[in-house]
């Protein structure tokens, strides 16, 4: 937005994390390539779920990213509400996506996985449907930021739900632990815990990096994108209402 | 509504006043100020902010910069009413429910009574019509109901934006009248309009585009 | 108050008079409920078993539908404008709002529920456990829906849009409320429980739900 103080941030922001940028996609390749050669070929198969349980070096860091991608966006969607800072709705907007894909990925590996140990794709066991109502709320709140044309509005009216959501989400979990020992008794295998033995501990924390440097990459660019989109939008504003660019002072 | 006395002296202060609708000054730099017994016209082309400066007045939109004041109202008190382009009826409910609801929100320490809604209703020229469903009324005279908001709770600063515009001619001297009585009685008014008003304006505030 | 007793007042009337949407609402439950029997076969037992969940996820998605215009149409209208220039509280608006679409809406869902219960073989305790646990856990729906009107308030169809966005935020009502039932039936499974957690949804709801809801009211607004 030309002309208001909103511009003078993001353009500092753009300097900097065009800079962030190729490191953290050196990084992550790095990580990957490393993890996943630890992940695939050196680290042991399990005792019990044999090479199954490789899957959790996919599956563990993309639930978690899936839920620090909410926190990040509960930060930034205080930071619009409250503080006014210009680019946290930007970051809010840029970290959704992210954040879907996430949940996306932890419910469809948490399924492949699920088809060797359950004997079936999908049970309704209380991670996995509390992380499939994450992945609704994820989604719905990209078809709130897409339903609204002004961008600043859609960020301040997604925050209020970012906000509500994050009151809500330890409620549902709540709920769903609750409905879950209600009607299914611990007979699922529980995966993960403090058992894991060091040679699949490392391969795990060498792929969280991994996956941590590919969201800060994924995040930025998204950031940036989102920025230049603004940027073009305004430009079709200035375009149509050629006048009104600068401040008129009286 | 048969009050008459006259309100307590209001000053409407605005200082570098600045808006911004989605991302480009509407305009900015804007200070004026009104006293009781005023009249100011808002003119400008269509697009220059009229409509937004009186929503701003209204405190519908936050000012980008600046400063809004009313020397002299009390704190707790709205002081404004405000007419936009819409009518605010519902086209269901009686012209009675619909003065007893607004009533009720613009409550000030006393309910009305069946005779207020009345007399309101015949000031606007349409105690006939007040059992009937706004819904089978003529554009006109649901213009002509949404003025008789403005009589039903007195308040000083009256803002109307384009107020002329679709109103019969009943309608016009009508709500000539009105805006006479209010500066009478000490009220401020502040009326956008790309016309001339039928009462001269004691200021004029033009905004540009340019 | 007398502001905020005319909202709830005008809210009723609107949604029982023509163009409201407190009969469709009504309908729309009970073709739900009908609708699920020719989903699963009509089995007796079966039905007897699932009734009360069919009832409630029925209510539910009843409770979804007019929220678009509890909000929406005051603001085509230009009556929110008014409201906030009156200095009317926006969140003593939003609640009166809740409160008159919940007596027109939710309660008659609330009284049809045991009557339709006939319909899914349920017995006569089956029959006012769900009423009890639809009466506490309603008011939860309607305010979480507020929420969803308030934020889709600038949008000209904001319909699907606020079904997406409150069915999420209503998964533990819908799971405390449905768990209260059948705890209230069959002995082993809790009742006071679930029964508690549902109402302290709705108490939780109404302490919250018009404040975040006049928040994003103006926010529409801006």
């Known amino acids: 937005m030309p002309s208001l103080t909103s511009l003078a941030n993001p353009t500092r922001f753009l300097a900097l994390s065009g800079a962030i940028l190729p490191w953290a996609a050196a990084a992550a390749a790095l990580l990957f390539a490393i993890g996943l050669v630890m992940a695939l070929v050196t680290s042991p198969p399990d005792y019990q779920q044999g090479d199954t349980v490789r899957i959790m070096y996919v599956h563990v860091p993309s639930v978690t990213l899936a839920m620090g991608c909410y926190a990040a966006m509960a930060i930034s969607a205080l930071g619009t509400l409250v503080w006014r800072h210009p680019l946290a709705d930007v970051s809010a907007k840029a970290a959704a996506p992210l954040g879907a894909a996430f949940t996306f990925l932890g419910l469809v590996t948490g399924a492949i996985w699920g088809k060797?140990?359950?004997?079936?794709?999908?049970?309704?066991?209380?991670?996995?449907?509390?992380?499939?109502?994450?992945?609704?709320?994820?989604?719905?709140?990209?078809?709130?930021?897409?339903?609204?044309?002004?961008?600043?509005?859609?960020?301040?009216?997604?925050?209020?739900?970012?906000?509500?959501?994050?009151?809500?989400?330890?409620?549902?979990?709540?709920?769903?632990?609750?409905?879950?020992?209600?009607h299914q008794p611990a007979s699922i295998l529980r995966l993960g815990g403090p058992s894991i033995h060091s040679s699949m501990l490392w391969p795990l924390f060498v792929m969280m990096a991994a996956f941590a440097a590919l969201f800060v990459w994924a995040w930025l660019a998204a950031m940036r994108a989102e920025i230049y989109r603004r940027r073009v939008r305004t430009a079709e504003l200035v375009a149509a209402h050629p006048t009104a660019l600068e401040p008129r002072t009286a | 509504m048969t009050v008459t006395e006259a309100f307590p002296a209001l000053k409407l202060k605005a200082q570098d006043l600045a808006c911004s609708r989605g991302g480009r000054f509407v305009f900015s730099g804007l200070s004026?100020?009104?006293?009781?017994?005023?009249?100011?016209?808002?003119?400008?082309?269509n697009g220059a902010g009229k409509s937004s400066l009186l929503r701003l007045l209204a405190g519908l939109l936050r000012p980008t910069a600046g400063d809004i004041a009313c020397e002299g109202g009390r704190e707790d008190e709205p002081v404004a009413h405000y007419l936009g382009h819409l009518d605010a009826l519902k086209p269901a409910m009686t012209l009675a429910e619909t003065l007893r609801f607004w009533g009720a929100i613009y409550q000030q320490g006393r309910v009305l009574t069946d005779s207020d809604l009345n007399e309101a209703a015949e000031s606007v020229g349409l105690g006939h019509a007040i059992d009937l469903p706004v819904g089978v009324l003529s554009a006109g005279q649901r213009r002509r109901a949404a003025l008789a908001r403005l009589i039903l709770s007195p308040r000083p600063l009256w803002l109307l934006d384009e107020p002329f515009a679709a109103l019969d001619s009943q309608g016009e001297s009508l709500l000539r009248r009105l805006m006479g009585d209010h500066i009478g009685r000490q009220g401020l008014i502040v009326a956008a309009t790309h016309q001339a008003l039928p009462i001269p304006p004691d200021t004029t505030l033009t905004l540009n585009t340019t | 108050m007398s502001g905020f007793l005319a909202i709830i007042r005008q809210t009723v009337r609107l949604e029982l008079r023509a163009g409201g949407g407190a009969a469709v609402a009504l309908i729309f439950f009970l073709a739900v409920v009908t609708a699920v029997p020719f989903?699963?076969?009509?089995?007796?037992?079966?039905?007897?078993?699932?009734?009360?969940?069919?009832?409630?996820?029925?209510?539910?998605?009843?409770?979804?539908?007019?929220?678009?215009?509890?909000?929406?149409?005051?603001?085509?209208?230009?009556?929110?404008?008014?409201?906030?220039?009156?200095?009317?509280?926006?969140?003593?608006?939003?609640?009166?709002?809740?409160?008159?679409?919940?007596?027109?809406?939710?309660?008659?869902?609330?009284?049809?529920?045991?009557?339709?219960?006939?319909?899914?073989?349920?017995?006569?305790?089956?029959?006012?456990?769900?009423?009890?646990?639809?009466?506490?856990?309603?008011?939860?729906?309607?305010?979480?829906?507020?929420?969803?009107?308030?934020?889709?308030?600038?949008?000209?169809?904001?319909?699907?849009?606020?079904?997406?966005?409150?069915?999420?935020?209503?998964?533990?009502?819908?799971?405390?409320?449905?768990?209260?039932?059948?705890?209230?039936?069959?002995?082993?499974?809790?009742?006071?429980?679930?029964?508690?957690?549902?109402?302290?949804?709705?108490?939780?709801?109404?302490?919250?739900?018009?404040?975040v809801a006049a928040a994003a009211l103006r926010l529409a607004l801006e």
């Open chain 1, 116 to 182: 060797p140990m359950w004997g079936t794709w999908w049970v309704w066991d209380a991670r996995l449907t509390s992380f499939l109502v994450l992945l609704i709320m994820y989604l719905g709140l990209m078809a709130l930021w897409r339903a609204f044309d002004d961008p600043a509005r859609a960020g301040r009216i997604a925050a209020v739900l970012i906000l509500v959501g994050s009151i809500n989400l330890p409620i549902i979990k709540f709920s769903v632990d609750w409905w879950n020992t209600l």
């Open chain 2, 32 to 45: 004026f100020e009104l006293a009781s017994g005023a009249l100011m016209a808002v003119t400008g082309p």
């Open chain 3, 39 to 211: 989903g699963v076969g009509p089995d007796l037992k079966l039905l007897a078993r699932i009734g009360p969940a069919i009832l409630w996820v029925a209510a539910l998605l009843a409770a979804l539908l007019g929220l678009d215009r509890l909000f929406g149409a005051d603001r085509e209208d230009g009556s929110l404008d008014l409201i906030i220039v009156s200095g009317e509280p926006l969140a003593l608006y939003a609640l009166g709002r809740a409160v008159g679409h919940w007596l027109a809406t939710g309660l008659p869902i609330v009284v049809a529920a045991p009557v339709l219960g006939l319909l899914l073989n349920l017995d006569p305790p089956a029959m006012g456990a769900v009423a009890l646990t639809l009466l506490a856990g309603s008011p939860a729906l309607t305010l979480i829906g507020t929420v969803g009107a308030a934020l889709t308030a600038g949008l000209p169809r904001g319909g699907l849009l606020i079904a997406i966005l409150v069915l999420p935020l209503t998964v533990p009502v819908l799971i405390f409320g449905v768990s209260a039932t059948t705890g209230a039936l069959s002995d082993p499974e809790p009742f006071l429980a679930p029964f508690l957690f549902l109402c302290a949804c709705s108490l939780a709801a109404l302490a919250l739900a018009p404040f």
